[in-house]
């Protein structure tokens, strides 16, 4: 998804009515802080009033789904996003919990029919998380370009 923002509809980049879930792992937090950052940043640029986002924290990306799930149940946003950042260490837990995590997200987005922007990067090191930060300035433009699609089709 890097070269989204390449093809992004920009009819579709308003999010001044919209109101936008973060739930974010604090897992790797000094990578996902920035992540965060970079995912506020992008929504204010694209008009979301910072009044009109919830920015909830889990420890880490087992958790996010769950998290999801509540803030998609009350009922009140229009896209939600999930931020995270799983880096691989020797043992196959890895695999479970990045395979189990975006599970979980899209189960969300599925149950709810409700766009959910999966932030969770899945990375062998450190340095390749620096390099994909601004996943989280993706997510805020795939969140709120998802909200008023499903918005004009009556979803």
Known sequence: MRHAQHRDNPALL???????????????????????????????????????????????????????????????????????????GDTYHFEL???????????????FGLPVANGIITVDTEAQAIVRIDKGGECARVAVEMANLLAQVGA
């Open 97 to 111: 919990v990045c395979n189990t995590s975006a599970v979980g997200v899209q189960q969300v987005a599925l149950d």
């Open 14 to 88: 308003d999010g001044t009515e919209l109101r936008i879930g973060i739930v974010q792992a604090r897992f790797n937090v000094q990578l996902t802080d920035r992540m965060a950052e970079a995912c506020l940043a992008e929504l204010h640029g694209l008009g979301v009033k910072p009044d009109a986002v919830r920015h909830l924290t889990v420890p880490g990306a087992l958790e996010v789904p769950q998290a999801l799930a509540a803030m998609a149940e009350g009922g009140s946003f229009d896209a939600l996003i999930a931020l995270g950042c799983v880096i691989r």
